[in-house]
């Protein structure tokens, strides 16, 4: 089997998995929360974005990663993960424009994703971070899901 083909059925599996468990386990208990206390727990996963800076750590890739992927997807996750931060202490706090906060983490951190999703011609190199974009990122994107969902919802 084609690389490429592994790493979308890992990706595609990964993500049924992490939608499985949100659906089954995790949105029944956030959605008893108020809305801040939710987005708090959503958010917190992607405070560990700043992992994506191992894609330009020489060596954990297999070959080295062409810089129009490495680049913007490092720095995009360390971006997130301070945007993330950022929103966790904004709605912690109850600072007023937290939730304006959590839509810019959300937009700019699901944007990061689907940035880095569309270069497939890096899978062959990927190496020891391929388990990023097959474990990582469809939990990732998951999560901005349910944030943008819980966003969307009138609070009661």
Known sequence: MEPLTIFGLQLLFSLL???????????????TLPRDKA???????HTSRHIGMSFLVPGLAAAPLDSAFSIPTAYGDLLAAILALVALIALRSGRKGAIALVWLFNIAGTVDLLMALSHPDMVPKFGAVWFIPTMLVPLLLVS???IFKRLLQKEA
Do not use: E, Q, T
């Open 144 to 146: 901005h899901f349910l």
């Open 39 to 45: 987005l708090f727990w959503m958010i917190l996963p």
């Open 17 to 31: 998995v992490y939608s499985l468990i949100a659906k089954w386990l995790v949105m029944p208990k956030l959605n």
